[in-house]
Protein backbone atom coordinates (compact mmCIF):
# COMPACT_ATOMS: atom_id res chain seq x y z
CA UNK A 1 0.00 0.00 0.00
CA UNK A 2 1.10 3.40 -0.55
CA UNK A 3 -0.08 6.85 0.12
CA UNK A 4 -2.79 7.18 2.51
CA UNK A 5 -5.52 4.86 2.79
CA UNK A 6 -9.18 5.06 4.12
CA UNK A 7 -11.49 2.57 5.20
CA UNK A 8 -14.73 2.22 4.78
CA UNK A 9 -14.95 3.67 1.37
CA UNK A 10 -18.74 3.77 2.13
CA UNK A 11 -21.05 3.83 5.27
CA UNK A 12 -24.42 3.71 5.93
CA UNK A 13 -25.37 4.21 9.75
CA UNK A 14 -28.67 4.73 11.65
CA UNK A 15 -28.68 7.87 14.13
CA UNK A 16 -28.30 5.76 17.12
CA UNK A 17 -25.45 3.18 15.51
CA UNK A 18 -21.76 3.78 16.97
CA UNK A 19 -18.82 3.60 14.51
CA UNK A 20 -15.39 4.12 13.18
CA UNK A 21 -13.22 5.38 9.77
CA UNK A 22 -9.96 4.77 9.58
CA UNK A 23 -6.93 6.21 7.85
CA UNK A 24 -3.28 5.22 7.88
CA UNK A 25 -0.12 6.98 5.87
CA UNK A 26 2.65 5.36 4.29
CA UNK A 27 4.61 8.09 3.96
CA UNK A 28 6.56 8.48 7.08
CA UNK A 29 4.56 11.76 8.07
CA UNK A 30 3.87 12.60 11.64
CA UNK A 31 1.07 15.36 11.21
CA UNK A 32 -2.76 13.41 10.73
CA UNK A 33 -6.35 15.73 9.78
CA UNK A 34 -9.76 15.18 9.13
CA UNK A 35 -11.82 17.18 6.92
CA UNK A 36 -15.49 16.89 6.46
CA UNK A 37 -16.34 17.97 2.76
CA UNK A 38 -19.95 19.06 2.11
CA UNK A 39 -21.54 20.01 -1.14
CA UNK A 40 -21.39 23.80 -1.84
CA UNK A 41 -19.03 24.26 0.99
CA UNK A 42 -15.40 24.68 1.56
CA UNK A 43 -13.59 21.51 2.70
CA UNK A 44 -13.74 21.84 6.59
CA UNK A 45 -11.12 20.86 8.88
CA UNK A 46 -12.07 18.66 11.81
CA UNK A 47 -9.00 17.81 13.76
CA UNK A 48 -5.01 17.85 13.62
CA UNK A 49 -2.44 15.56 14.89
CA UNK A 50 1.06 16.29 15.19
CA UNK A 51 3.58 13.60 16.65
CA UNK A 52 0.32 11.98 18.01
CA UNK A 53 -0.40 15.22 19.95
CA UNK A 54 -4.04 16.60 18.74
CA UNK A 55 -3.38 20.07 17.62
CA UNK A 56 -6.85 21.43 16.42
CA UNK A 57 -10.02 20.56 17.68
CA UNK A 58 -12.54 23.19 14.93
CA UNK A 59 -15.65 23.33 17.00
CA UNK A 60 -16.18 19.70 16.33
CA UNK A 61 -19.36 18.16 17.79
CA UNK A 62 -18.30 15.95 20.59
CA UNK A 63 -20.20 13.05 18.90
CA UNK A 64 -16.88 13.14 17.15
CA UNK A 65 -13.92 11.72 18.47
CA UNK A 66 -10.42 11.01 16.78
CA UNK A 67 -8.09 9.04 18.02
CA UNK A 68 -4.22 9.29 16.76
CA UNK A 69 -2.48 5.68 18.32
CA UNK A 70 0.62 6.53 16.12
CA UNK A 71 1.88 8.69 13.53
CA UNK A 72 0.70 6.35 10.86
CA UNK A 73 -2.85 5.70 11.94
CA UNK A 74 -6.15 7.76 12.65
CA UNK A 75 -9.19 7.02 13.24
CA UNK A 76 -12.19 9.23 13.97
CA UNK A 77 -14.84 7.39 15.72
CA UNK A 78 -18.48 8.11 15.11
CA UNK A 79 -21.80 8.02 17.22
CA UNK A 80 -25.77 9.21 17.65
CA UNK A 81 -24.77 11.05 14.41
CA UNK A 82 -27.22 13.63 12.48
CA UNK A 83 -28.24 13.72 9.32
CA UNK A 84 -26.14 16.83 8.39
CA UNK A 85 -23.58 14.51 8.75
CA UNK A 86 -23.79 13.15 6.18
CA UNK A 87 -20.63 14.02 3.77
CA UNK A 88 -17.38 12.50 2.62
CA UNK A 89 -14.74 12.40 5.06
CA UNK A 90 -11.24 13.11 3.72
CA UNK A 91 -8.34 12.41 6.04
CA UNK A 92 -4.73 13.76 4.53
CA UNK A 93 -0.99 13.18 6.09
CA UNK A 94 1.67 15.99 5.72
CA UNK A 95 5.04 16.01 7.40
CA UNK A 96 4.54 18.29 9.98
CA UNK A 97 1.57 20.65 10.77
CA UNK A 98 3.80 23.18 11.56
CA UNK A 99 5.61 23.82 8.19
CA UNK A 100 3.17 25.76 6.67
CA UNK A 101 4.85 24.62 3.20
CA UNK A 102 4.32 21.83 3.45
CA UNK A 103 1.95 19.56 0.98
CA UNK A 104 -1.16 17.81 2.71
CA UNK A 105 -1.58 14.14 0.75
CA UNK A 106 -5.51 13.43 1.10
CA UNK A 107 -6.78 9.47 0.95
CA UNK A 108 -9.90 8.42 -1.00
CA UNK A 109 -12.73 9.82 1.70
CA UNK A 110 -15.47 7.47 3.53
CA UNK A 111 -18.81 8.70 1.77
CA UNK A 112 -20.86 8.56 5.02
CA UNK A 113 -24.66 8.42 4.96
CA UNK A 114 -26.69 8.73 8.02
CA UNK A 115 -30.24 7.91 7.78
CA UNK B 1 -7.85 36.25 8.88
CA UNK B 2 -7.90 33.72 5.56
CA UNK B 3 -9.78 33.64 2.85
CA UNK B 4 -9.89 32.20 -0.60
CA UNK B 5 -12.55 32.97 -3.23
CA UNK B 6 -13.02 30.94 -6.42
CA UNK B 7 -14.93 32.77 -9.11
CA UNK B 8 -17.29 30.23 -11.06
CA UNK B 9 -18.42 26.96 -9.94
CA UNK B 10 -18.47 25.59 -12.65
CA UNK B 11 -16.23 26.34 -15.99
CA UNK B 12 -16.88 24.38 -19.36
CA UNK B 13 -14.48 24.28 -21.91
CA UNK B 14 -14.41 22.64 -25.34
CA UNK B 15 -11.42 19.85 -25.70
CA UNK B 16 -8.34 21.88 -26.92
CA UNK B 17 -9.23 25.51 -25.34
CA UNK B 18 -7.60 27.27 -22.93
CA UNK B 19 -8.20 26.37 -19.53
CA UNK B 20 -8.21 29.43 -16.72
CA UNK B 21 -9.50 28.94 -13.37
CA UNK B 22 -9.74 32.04 -10.95
CA UNK B 23 -8.78 31.80 -7.38
CA UNK B 24 -8.50 35.05 -4.96
CA UNK B 25 -7.49 35.83 -2.11
CA UNK B 26 -7.04 37.55 1.38
CA UNK B 27 -4.48 37.54 3.74
CA UNK B 28 -2.96 39.70 5.95
CA UNK B 29 0.79 38.08 5.60
CA UNK B 30 2.44 36.68 2.45
CA UNK B 31 0.37 33.19 1.71
CA UNK B 32 1.88 29.92 0.44
CA UNK B 33 -0.87 29.01 -1.97
CA UNK B 34 -1.85 25.18 -3.43
CA UNK B 35 -4.01 24.09 -6.11
CA UNK B 36 -5.56 20.43 -5.67
CA UNK B 37 -7.82 18.65 -8.20
CA UNK B 38 -9.96 15.83 -7.11
CA UNK B 39 -11.14 13.30 -9.86
CA UNK B 40 -14.69 11.88 -8.95
CA UNK B 41 -14.71 9.21 -6.14
CA UNK B 42 -11.20 10.23 -4.95
CA UNK B 43 -9.35 12.49 -2.66
CA UNK B 44 -7.80 15.27 -4.01
CA UNK B 45 -4.22 15.77 -5.34
CA UNK B 46 -1.78 18.41 -5.27
CA UNK B 47 -1.36 20.13 -8.73
CA UNK B 48 1.40 22.72 -8.01
CA UNK B 49 1.66 25.27 -5.00
CA UNK B 50 3.68 28.64 -4.75
CA UNK B 51 5.54 29.26 -1.66
CA UNK B 52 8.66 31.88 -2.52
CA UNK B 53 10.87 32.27 -5.62
CA UNK B 54 9.73 32.37 -9.56
CA UNK B 55 5.93 33.51 -8.96
CA UNK B 56 5.47 31.66 -12.17
CA UNK B 57 4.53 27.93 -11.04
CA UNK B 58 4.62 24.79 -13.02
CA UNK B 59 2.84 21.49 -12.13
CA UNK B 60 1.70 18.26 -13.26
CA UNK B 61 -0.22 17.84 -16.44
CA UNK B 62 0.60 20.48 -17.96
CA UNK B 63 -0.99 23.01 -15.29
CA UNK B 64 0.41 26.24 -14.23
CA UNK B 65 -0.25 29.08 -11.93
CA UNK B 66 0.95 32.81 -11.26
CA UNK B 67 0.89 34.32 -8.36
CA UNK B 68 0.36 37.89 -8.86
CA UNK B 69 0.55 39.32 -5.25
CA UNK B 70 -0.45 43.36 -6.14
CA UNK B 71 -3.98 41.40 -7.65
CA UNK B 72 -4.24 38.79 -4.96
CA UNK B 73 -4.09 36.29 -7.05
CA UNK B 74 -3.26 32.62 -8.00
CA UNK B 75 -5.25 31.85 -10.82
CA UNK B 76 -4.54 28.31 -13.00
CA UNK B 77 -4.31 27.89 -16.23
CA UNK B 78 -3.31 24.99 -18.81
CA UNK B 79 -3.27 25.84 -22.90
CA UNK B 80 -5.31 23.38 -23.92
CA UNK B 81 -7.85 21.20 -22.01
CA UNK B 82 -8.14 17.34 -22.53
CA UNK B 83 -11.35 15.18 -21.28
CA UNK B 84 -8.92 13.63 -18.21
CA UNK B 85 -8.95 17.52 -17.05
CA UNK B 86 -12.55 16.64 -15.85
CA UNK B 87 -12.49 17.35 -12.38
CA UNK B 88 -12.75 19.55 -9.50
CA UNK B 89 -10.67 22.02 -8.49
CA UNK B 90 -9.61 23.10 -5.52
CA UNK B 91 -7.89 26.66 -4.85
CA UNK B 92 -6.29 26.86 -0.58
CA UNK B 93 -3.58 29.30 1.59
CA UNK B 94 -2.06 28.48 4.30
CA UNK B 95 -1.08 31.57 6.63
CA UNK B 96 2.20 32.22 7.64
CA UNK B 97 2.44 29.58 10.85
CA UNK B 98 1.06 26.28 10.81
CA UNK B 99 -0.08 23.74 7.88
CA UNK B 100 -3.79 24.33 8.42
CA UNK B 101 -5.17 24.87 4.69
CA UNK B 102 -8.06 26.87 4.02
CA UNK B 103 -9.83 25.70 0.51
CA UNK B 104 -11.98 27.94 -1.68
CA UNK B 105 -15.58 26.19 -2.47
CA UNK B 106 -14.06 24.89 -5.73
CA UNK B 107 -14.73 24.55 -9.41
CA UNK B 108 -16.17 22.24 -11.56
CA UNK B 109 -14.33 21.62 -14.66
CA UNK B 110 -16.62 20.10 -17.83
CA UNK B 111 -14.59 19.71 -20.96
CA UNK B 112 -16.56 19.78 -24.04
CA UNK B 113 -15.78 17.09 -27.21
Known amino acids: ETGVTQTPRHLVMGMTNKKSLKCEQH?????MYWYKQSAKKPLELMFV???????ENNSVPSRFSPECPNSSHLFLHLHTLQPEDSALYLC??????????????FGPGTRLTVL | AQSVTQLGSHVSVSEGALVLLRCNYS??????LFWYVQYPNQGLQLLLK??????LVKGINGFEAEFKKSETSFHLTKPSAHMSDAAEYFC???????????FGTGTSLTVIP
Open chain 1, 27 to 31: LGHNA
Open chain 2, 27 to 32: SSVPPY
Open chain 1, 49 to 55: YNFKEQT
Open chain 2, 50 to 55: YTTGAT
Open chain 1, 92 to 105: ASSQDSRASTDTQY
Open chain 2, 92 to 102: AVTRGTGNQFY
